[in-house]
Nanobody, 125 residues
Framework: EVQLVESGGGLVQPGGSLRISCAAS????????IGWFRKAPGREREGVSY????????WYADSVKGRFTISSDNAKNMVYLQMSNLKPEDTAAYYC??????????????????WGQGTQVTVSS
């Protein structure tokens, strides 16, 4: 059974940093790319970042480029999203998702097979 479990969300002040994690089980990060998505109230879910370490592929949405860094530890089956210079508009539930790496899914949600339950990130003073 494939499971994706996010952790590390919380409350952070504007300008602060936070690292969220995605623990994958039942699949190998050698075979799957992992995307991070977020869903804010009143807004559609949007892609934030993507990594396929086997292909050396990394993608960021323009809104987070230069502020967020995605990384993976394939030995631990973990993917991380380091978020810096956080803004109130980054407030959302953050989800990780897995897609076959050949799909190069990036922000194309329909290509993702597995989804986590999400972790809440709130940026507020």
């Amino acid at each position: 059974e494939v499971q994706l479990v996010e952790s590390g969300g919380g409350l952070v002040q504007p300008g602060g940093s936070l690292r969220i994690s995605c623990a994958a089980s039942g699949l190998s990060l050698d075979d799957y790319g992992i995307g991070w998505f977020r869903k804010a109230p009143g807004r559609e879910r949007e892609g934030v970042s993507y990594i396929s370490s086997k292909d050396d592929t990394i993608w960021y949405a323009d809104s987070v480029k230069g502020r967020f860094t995605i990384s993976s530890d394939n030995a631990k089956n973990m993917v991380y999203l380091q978020m810096s210079n956080l803004k109130p508009e980054d407030t959302a539930a953050y989800y990780c998702a897995a897609a076959d790496r050949w799909a190069q899914a990036k922000d194309i949600q329909i290509l993702y097979e597995y989804w986590g339950q999400g972790t809440q990130v709130t940026v507020s003073s």
